[in-house]
């Protein structure tokens, strides 16, 4: 059996990539000078497609893993947390937490939205359910805006669980956070407690409503009859 590599992975995407796409992703993505994407590097893959490569190399070993976060190249990046989001959804509880310790060693390198949220609530999400959380707090406070981001869309795997607790907690500590990433962030989780119950995330709106970050309460009342829409934006 051929030893997988790293450096196959890089070369078969850029094999794969198109300078279009890769355009498109540039500017979807905003990595020019100033934007939070500044510096990112990207080969014009499509989502689908890395998906598709990532189960061809679900078992590559770690260190050839660690060499794809550290690429330059964001699709490296990309396909090496797929990897690991497939290889903890099909671990055992070893190997989960291994790869849970993994992810936190690395997350300098989980660096843009769409890296977080691919993989934050399917491996730190999930390996918290039943275990302290006390990382997520450190995280939320951190001078890296993306551990911020993995603070609270971690916990949409709790949400899913009807555990609302710490995804309440976060957001309440991010509410004066300048980023607008994480106002959506923020928003989107909130949404989806919303979805489990309406009426806790009501609860939540009355009390912080008047100090939220726009970004954040519209998209937390997205799905709300316009009505109750209007009184949460206008309340004071």
């Known amino acids: 059996m051929q030893i997988q590599t790293a450096g196959q992975i890089e070369r078969t995407l850029k094999k794969l990539g198109t300078k279009e796409r890769a355009a498109s992703s540039a500017w979807f993505f905003k990595t020019k000078k100033g934007e939070y994407g500044y510096g990112d590097i990207f080969v014009g893959v499509t989502v689908p497609a890395v998906r598709k490569l990532a189960v061809e190399y679900v078992d590559l070993p770690l260190p050839e893993i660690t060499k794809l976060l550290e690429n330059k190249v964001h699709e490296c990046r990309l396909i090496a947390l797929i990897i690991l989001v497939e290889r903890y959804k099909s671990g055992d509880v070893k190997l989960r937490a291994k790869v849970a310790k993994f ?7 989980i660096n843009n939205w769409d890296l977080v949220d ?13 275990k302290k959380r006390d990382v997520l707090y450190s995280y939320v406070t951190s001078n890296n805006m993306w551990e911020r981001r993995i603070a609270i869309i971690s916990t949409l795997a709790f949400i899913r669980e009807g555990d609302f607790a710490d995804t309440f907690n976060l957001s309440g500590l991010l509410l004066r956070d300048q980023e607008d990433l994480i106002h959506k962030a923020v928003g989107w989780m909130l949404r989806e407690v919303g979805k489990q119950s309406r009426a806790t995330l009501v609860q939540f709106l009355r009390q912080h409503a008047p100090s939220m970050p726009r970004t954040a309460l519209r998209y937390s009342i997205e799905q709300f009859p316009e009505f109750e829409r209007k009184k949460f934006l206008h309340m004071k």
Do not use: Q, R
């Not at 992810?103 to 390198?109: G, Q, S």
């Open 118 to 130: 691919v993989s934050a609530s399917n491996i730190l999400g999930a390996e918290l359910l039943h």
């Open 103 to 109: 992810y936190i060693a690395h997350t300098k390198f």
